[in-house]
């Protein structure tokens, strides 16, 4: 098949929704008869969010570093299916997703339209990806919703979750994964209910749980540009972000890997150091330019948001004004994302996805465009190159960070 007809057998596919949702059942039968392959690998669950994705591109890249090859999928965002599935940190090849959509299409038969959602399909592509790919272990990311397709897991990693109001709610969903059956769990929460629910999950299945300990955590150098740090008698990890969340999901993910190794797998402390200072970011405070200085973060909820501030102050300082940019949809929703950001040290809001009519918030100036290209282009053509911006909330970063390196030739 071409690149274009694989694009658009996957479209016709139904969305889900109320009226249609994710079926564990059809799942399962169609990764069955496609050779099983929801079975034979080392599964890795681990949910989205800043945190979840942290983890998930930390331990893929030590993976990586260790000699194994790692699939990461991630729950379908809107955007090319292909984007679903990493192969060792790398977008799955277009000759092997159409070798995928016509071995799928060929099990599916004609009447797919009455049956499959196209969340599930993109789902097994994405697993068949993976497996065409000889992947050894597989990571999901963000995929609640499939939780018993691959069980029982390898590992449930539960990295520390900062949206207060809704911790409870995601950790449920994720605990679903763990009586679905998984080896171990690894969790970055410490909050007295997080952790004796999660406890109280795993005690009757037997599982064990691990919490990583934060004063075994020990900083050594803080720039910009990275962190050095000390773990539980180990030293010289380093991170490319000084980010608050990184440095959680970096504990969680050195525990993670531990909890792998005891099961007699060979990963090297070096390659753990390694991989991770060889990972991305994960959009999570990272510096893009510094003439402006343009800061991209993927925080997407007033914690996470309270997290950034915190960063940006210690590496700074708290004396310094910024201007920032979100998507958001209503006042209302500023008001969550922005957190507890003292808005005496917001020069400006540049807010994309909605038309305000109104030119400023709580006193602070508003500026308002359509789309992130909008934005991005906004940001760039800044005349005061001592300005600095502060671009976030979930997948919104991550798209701008693309487009603002490309005009300023990143």
């Known amino acids: 098949m071409k690149y274009a007809n694989s694009l658009k057998y996957i479209e016709n596919f139904r969305p889900s929704g109320t009226q249609n949702t994710v079926s564990v059942r059809r799942i399962s039968e169609l990764c069955s008869s496609l050779g099983n392959i929801n079975r034979g690998v080392r599964f890795i669950h681990v949910p989205g969010g800043a945190s979840g994705h942290g983890c998930a591109v930390l331990m893929e890249n030590v993976f990586k570093c260790a000699g194994y090859k790692t699939g990461r999928i991630v729950s379908p965002c809107g955007r090319d299916s292909r984007t679903s599935v990493f192969i ?18 060929n099990k599916v038969g004609k009447h797919y339209d009455t049956e499959y959602l196209k969340e599930e399909i993109i789902f097994v592509l994405s697993l068949l990806l993976c497996r065409l790919s000889g992947c050894e272990f597989i990571i999901l990311e963000g995929t609640e919703k499939f939780d018993r397709v691959c069980a029982p897991y390898e590992l449930v990693i539960i990295p520390a ?10 950790v449920v969903r994720l605990c679903d994964s763990i009586r679905a059956g998984a080896r171990e769990v690894v969790s970055g929460n410490q909050k007295s209910d997080v952790y004796n629910y999660i406890s ?7 599982q064990r749980l691990f919490i990583p300990v934060k004063a075994q955590f020990c900083i050594t150098e803080q720039s910009s540009r990275r962190l050095v740090f000390n ?45 991770m200072a060889e990972a991305g970011s994960a959009n999570s405070f990272e510096i893009i330019s510094y003439t402006p200085t343009i800061i991209v973060d993927n925080s997407s909820n007033a914690d996470e948001t309270k997290l950034l501030y915190k ?4 590496v700074f300082g708290d004396d310094r004004e910024f201007s920032i940019c979100i998507f958001a949809e209503s006042e209302e929703e500023i008001s969550l994302l922005l957190g507890d950001i003292p808005l005496n040290k917001i020069k400006s809001i540049l807010v994309c996805g909605h038309n305000y009519d109104m030119c400023s ?9 359509r789309t992130h290209k909008d934005a991005a282009r906004i940001i760039s053509n800044v005349e005061d190159q001592d300005s600095t911006w502060v671009c976030f909330g979930g997948d919104f970063a991550q798209r701008i960070k693309e487009e603002i390196a490309k005009l300023i030739n990143f």
């Open 88 to 105: 060792n940190g790398v977008i799955a090849q277009i000759e092997d997703y159409n070798k995928c959509v016509a071995e799928i299409k």
């Open 161 to 170: 979750i900062y949206d207060s109001e809704n911790a409870m709610d995601k």
């Open 200 to 206: 109280n999950v795993c005690a009757p299945s037997g």
């Open 231 to 275: 773990y539980n008698g180990r030293e010289g990890f380093t991170l490319k972000t000084p980010s608050l969340i990184m440095r959680d999901c970096a504990m969680t993910v050195i525990e993670a890997i531990m909890a792998i190794r005891r099961e007699g797998i060979r990963i090297p402390v070096s390659a753990i150091i390694e991989g």
């Open 311 to 314: 960063t940006y102050c210690e």
């Open 361 to 369: 918030y709580k006193n602070v100036p508003l500026l308002v465009c």
